[in-house]
């Protein structure tokens, strides 16, 4: 169990909000893998309920981009893979020859998909 989040869920709970710090302390420990399913359970709703500061997103923010993995765009490989595109749904996007994406509905039987691999 994390001592941060367990101190975090404890101002939480008292309807304190979190520095900029503790949220990044937190944030920290979950990213870690240091906090229970439970833990991060409770502090999320308890956030939820009373709504996030400022501070306390910024604080999660800090402590993901901390931990964030470049990747070298040299060596990331693209695959194009075709599948069929779903002419009722409004959600999908039509990928033209050149790769732009357009968000209006594609025409019954186009194809698209991109896949990074």
Not at 18 to 27: F, N, V
Request: hydrophobic share 45%.
């Amino acid at each position: 169990m994390s001592d941060h989040v367990r101190a975090a869920l404890a101002t939480i709970v008292d309807g304190g909000s979190l520095t900029l710090e503790d949220a990044r302390l937190a944030m920290g420990a979950v990213m870690d893998g240091e906090a229970t399913a439970a833990q991060l359970a409770a502090m999320l709703m308890g956030l939820r309920m009373r709504g996030e500061t400022v501070d306390e997103l910024a604080g999660f923010a800090s402590a993901m981009r901390e931990r964030v993995v470049r990747v070298d765009r040299r060596h990331l490989q693209l695959q194009l893979t075709l599948r069929p595109v779903d002419p009722e749904s409004s959600t999908d996007a039509d990928l033209d020859a050149v790769g732009h994406a357009d968000a209006t509905d594609p025409p019954a039987g186009r194809f698209h998909s991109l896949q990074a691999l």
